[in-house]
């Protein structure tokens, strides 16, 4: 492809709407454009990126048995009603009516409309197992868009759904899902871990995340550096040290005041007590109830892992005004002693200690001496809180890293939530009706894009992994004007279209410094680089870009030393 026939509009700034490298890189390498909040245009550089990565994703699905199919965006709300989903998903879901007032949305994901079109098609065991996939737009309406495809409103997603007739089932297809994705995000060239993670939203009994590991990434990730156990955040369990305390080891409650210390670091000060021993009270609303929970001073709450305990739907924490009625006292001195609540829960962390500090539910007053068991009435000890760099492993015992991570990829285990809501159902060996069990698996690829970028890049722009990038190669005429070096140009170009080697050819009439700049910043792995200078010797140069080494090579070898180099640049990447 020639570069003054192609559609490159590069960018010298990076806009102002931009925040994070991903999303000033792309919209400078002439890859995206912004159409309105969170929505964008793929240019021809970013939409081959996305066919790249589309067509390994094909091939490993493929590999593993799934087949695809497309279905249709728009999705009646109908399916969202018999689903239970209609109300509970949010306002992330796009609804609609259409001309007869019937309801409908814009697909976040396909659920109801791939158990739909099984329920209709499947009725005995013999026809199972089945996986059905597609590479399709979604909508998503968040409510602040921002970095680009890292978090967009529309965006292109591959997502798979397995159907089995037991669990015996359920869990080879979710095995061989979980190796298809290793080998699809190996394959890319990424660095990456698979995560253990919670089920949000979709539903089912468990799940794990694929994340891209980027200093930039939003989700942080706790990481054993002895065993291959790694979770999100929000599903890491935390491993206790048990060192149970017991009422006799503890005085009798005392109150004392503590004027205008709200805060645990204000209270520890004031009291001269160290923050673990200082028992904090985070009052939520769930699902319309008032709950109350308990976790040291030092830690904080995980609020995915309360909302599971509890089976919220909607958990909120209270406003100052629930806090005034729940404790009659101002924020910053709830304490479970005579706590107007319906229920409280402590983290498990505290059952191994005692003789904490927890607000007096009055206005400028806290509690010494506070026993859980003895002071409080609980529903019991859980683990409610994050896990910290401080805390084993919770499968060996080893030192946790945290670190960051980009999601790009989730499979769960559905279970029946679906089926047996949509009454997708076969007959057994036996004739006897049962629900189908489901399995589903998402990875963003328009999001891949992004996090790719994130991971690779440097000061001058985009460093793509080779299976990801647009071309294989740019070959730069770097003065075009000049007879010989249009002419071995031209013919290196015909050379490398002959071995099928895809090259981007940029034959503008351009500076060299401008076009060694747009070389950078478009990120492709290889640059061959055609000067005069060289061809009067009678060589070229050829730049690895995420090197920058530059190897010269003969005008006679470029196809077997390019080669040489190419396969050396994929041995880079793991791939």
Not at 127 to 146: A, G, S, W
Not at 329 to 337: E, M, N
Not at 420 to 426: G, S, Y
Request: proline share 5%; glycine share 8%.
């Amino acid at each position: 492809m020639l570069w003054s026939k192609y559609y490159i509009p590069t960018l010298k700034e990076d806009p102002a709407e931009a925040e994070i490298i991903s999303h000033k890189l792309l919209l400078r390498a002439g890859m995206i454009r912004k159409l309105t909040s969170g929505i964008y245009i793929y240019l021809p550089l970013g939409w081959k990126a996305l066919q790249k990565i589309s067509d390994i994703i094909r091939q490993e699905m493929d590999r593993f048995g799934a087949i695809e199919i497309s279905m249709p965006a728009v999705q009646p709300g109908d399916l969202w009603k018999e689903s239970g989903r209609w109300e509970v998903y949010g306002k992330e879901l796009l609804r609609f009516k259409d001309r007869h007032g019937r309801d409908y949305c814009f697909g976040p994901t396909h659920e109801e409309v791939i158990t739909d079109l099984v329920r209709g098609e499947i009725k005995s065991y013999r026809q199972l197992p089945v996986n059905l996939y597609q590479i399709q737009t979604k909508f998503r309406d968040e409510i602040r868009p921002r970095f680009g495809l890292m978090r967009g409103r529309e965006f292109i997603m591959k997502d798979a759904y397995s159907f089995d007739r037991d669990d015996q089932g359920a869990n080879k297809s979710y095995e061989d899902m979980y190796a298809a994705y290793m080998s699809i995000f190996k394959r890319l060239g990424l660095k990456f871990r698979a995560v253990e993670a919670d089920s949000g939203p979709i539903g089912g009994s468990f799940s794990h995340e694929f994340m891209v590991l980027a200093d930039t990434g939003e989700d942080t990730i706790a990481v054993c550096t002895k065993c291959d156990f790694a979770a999100n955040l929000e599903k890491a369990e935390v491993k206790y040290a048990e060192k149970e305390g017991s009422p006799a080891e503890c005085p009798a409650l005392e109150k004392v005041s503590t004027p205008g210390k709200h805060s645990v670091e204000e209270v520890a000060d004031f009291l001269g007590v160290p923050k673990e021993k200082i028992v904090k009270t985070l009052l939520y609303e769930a699902d319309g109830r008032p709950v109350a929970v308990l976790v040291r001073g030092d830690r904080e709450l995980n609020e995915v892992k309360l909302k599971n305990l509890l089976g919220a739907l909607d958990l909120r924490l209270a406003s100052f005004d629930q806090v005034q009625k729940w404790s009659n006292a101002p924020v910053g001195f709830a304490g479970p002693v005579g706590l107007n609540v319906e229920a409280i829960y402590a983290d498990q962390e505290l059952m191994f200690d005692t003789d904490y500090v927890v607000g007096a539910n009055e206005a400028d007053a806290h509690y010494l001496h506070f026993h859980l068991q003895r002071d409080a009435q609980i529903e019991g000890f859980f683990d409610l809180r994050q896990i910290t760099e401080s805390d084993p492993c919770p499968r060996c015992g080893g030192p946790i890293e945290l670190t960051k991570g980009i999601e790009v990829g989730h499979i769960f285990k559905l279970g029946t939530k679906y089926s047996e809501a949509l009454k997708a159902t076969f007959l057994d060996e036996n004739g006897k009706e049962k629900p189908m069990i489901m399995g589903c698996y998402g990875i963003g690829v328009s999001r891949v894009l992004a996090a790719c970028i994130e991971q690779n890049h440097d000061e001058n722009g985009i460093i793509f992994p080779p299976p990801i990038a647009p071309y294989d190669a740019l070959l730069l005429a770097l003065n075009p004007k000049d007879s010989t070096v249009k002419e071995k140009a031209n013919e290196i170009y015909e050379a490398l279209s002959a071995q099928g080697i895809d090259c981007l050819f940029d034959d503008r009439d351009e500076r060299p410094g401008v076009k060694f700049k747009d070389a950078d910043l478009i990120g492709l792995p290889l640059q061959i680089i055609v000067g005069a200078k060289g061809v009067k010797k009678g060589v070229v140069e050829i730049k690895i870009r995420h090197s920058g080494e530059r190897i010269e090579v003969g005008l006679d070898e470029i196809i077997p030393r390019f080669k040489e180099v190419q396969k050396k640049v994929w041995a880079h990447y793991g791939v």
